[in-house]
């Protein structure tokens, strides 16, 4: 079993940052890809990003390519989401994810899921 934590949510105002982080516990980190995906109130889990097992491989969401960066550093577990130029529609509980398997934007490949953060922008 892997546990994952999310922090770094909170209230921005439109064009600001934030970075989310994701640390993992319980199963060897570098084995896993991650990613991070994001719900809406009243939407569906969408994907934003993702990250392979050595940090050079990544792929975004069209709606946060050039915005958003995803990195890790497996010496300390845990999966980054650096956030700039946000906007009101990135509003939404953001969750990490991993997966046994390679880098993917489909939800269903993820084994293990976060709580969520939740990220607020205001306009």
């Known amino acids: 079993q892997m546990h994952l934590v999310e922090s770094g949510g909170g209230l921005v105002q439109a064009g600001g940052s934030l970075r989310l982080s994701c640390a993992a516990s319980?199963?060897?980190?570098?084995?896993?890809?991650m990613a991070w995906f994001r719900q809406a109130s009243g939407k569906e889990r969408e994907f934003v990003a993702t990250?392979?097992?050595?940090?050079?491989?990544?792929a975004y969401a069209d709606s946060v390519k050039g915005r958003f960066t995803i990195s890790r550093d497996n010496a300390k577990n845990t999966v980054y989401l650096q956030m700039n130029s946000l906007k009101p529609e990135d509003t939404a509980v953001y969750c990490c994810?991993?997966?046994?398997?390679?880098?993917?934007?489909?939800?269903?490949?993820?084994?293990?899921w976060g709580q969520g953060t939740q990220v607020t922008v205001s306009s």
């Open positions: 994810a991993a997966t046994s398997g390679l880098a993917t934007m489909s939800e269903s490949a993820y084994d293990y």
């Open positions: 319980g199963r060897t980190f570098p084995n896993y890809a």
């Open positions: 990250v392979g097992r050595n940090g050079i491989f990544t």
